[in-house]
C-alpha cells in the first residue's frame, strides 16, 4: 500500500500530495532558506522520485538565485517549495501531518542563529497558558485551511 501525504499552504488555495518514500529531510540555516521563509531555519523535505503533484492551483514562484526558485501562495504567502537543479524539496510544515517526517541534518549552518541553541532551555507554555497576557486568545477562530486525515 502506497502512503499519500497531503498538504498545501495555510489559505487552502495551493495543494498538494505526494506518495511514500519521501526524501531526506533537513533544516537548512543559510540566508537564503531565512529570508524565504521569514524564520530562522527552513525545514524541508525532498520529493524527488515520488510522485508529487499539485491537486489544486499551484504556487507562485520567486528566482532567490540564479539557479533556485522558491514556491509560495499567491494568495496567504506561504513557503511552499525550494526548487534547484537537483529537485523539489517541500516546507515540513505544509504538510498536513509534519510531525512524521523528521529532518536529520542541518544545512547552511554559517548562518545559524547562536541562540538556537538555547531553544530547548526555555520556558515551554501551551497557548493557552499565555490568556492573561492575550486575552484575546480565548476568542481565536482560525481561518487556516483543516488539516486533512
Known sequence: MTIIHKGGCQCGAVRFEVS????HASVCHCRMCQKAFGNVFAPLVSVRGTDFRWTKAEPKR??????????????CGTPLTYEAPDGVAVAIGAFDHPESIVPDIQFGVEARIAWMDHVNDW???TTMDDIEAAPFLDKL?????????
Not at 528566482?63 to 514556491?71: H, K, M, P, Q, T
Not at 477562530?141 to 486525515?149: H, K, R
Request: proline share 13%; aromatic share 14%.
Open 62 to 75: 520567486f528566482a532567490s538565485s540564479n539557479l533556485v526558485e522558491r514556491g509560495f501562495c499567491p494568495d
Open 20 to 23: 511514500e518514500p519521501l526524501g
Open 123 to 125: 520556558p515551554l507554555r
Open 141 to 149: 477562530v482560525s481561518y487556516q485551511y483543516p488539516d486533512e486525515a
